[in-house]
Nanobody
Framework: QVQLVESGGGSVQAGGSLRLSCVAS????????MAWFRQAPGKEREGVAA???????YYADSVKGRFTAYQDDRKTTLYLQMSALKPDDTAMYYC????????????????????WGQGTQVTVSS
């Protein structure tokens, strides 16, 4: 089992920045990739950024050039640095980790991930 705990959300004005953190614990050696998702009220959960260990980082078109996802050296903490925030970025942000049984799904597909954090709210005002 893998446990994920997010932090770092808050309220910020448009154009501002926030950094989200996700601490992973448990059997993280069973995971191959981790990702950030977000979900706004009344909308589907959307993949924001995904890291495939030892490989590249992938971003949704809506955040390219503004968001950066990375891990610490021990690969136990996942970060999402968000800059030039827009009101459309307002959502609950979730950290997720995958499992080998779901590797057929795309890196930004929620179906790939079976471990989820509780979420951290990001609110961007205009």
């Amino acid at each position: 089992q893998v446990q994920l705990v997010e932090s770092g959300g808050g309220s910020v004005q448009a154009g501002g920045s926030l950094r989200l953190s996700c601490v992973a614990s448990g059997n993280i050696r069973t995971t191959y990739s981790m990702a950030w998702f977000r979900q706004a009220p009344g909308k589907e959960r959307e993949g924001v950024a995904a890291l495939r260990f030892g490989d590249s980082t992938y971003y949704a078109d809506s955040v390219k050039g503004r968001f950066t996802a990375y891990q610490d050296d021990r690969k136990t903490t996942l970060y999402l640095q968000m800059s030039a925030l827009k009101p459309d970025d307002t959502a609950m942000y979730y950290c997720a980790a995958d499992h080998a049984s779901r590797w057929a799904y795309g890196l930004l597909s929620p179906s790939r991930y079976i471990h989820w954090g509780q979420g951290t709210q990001v609110t961007v005002s205009s």
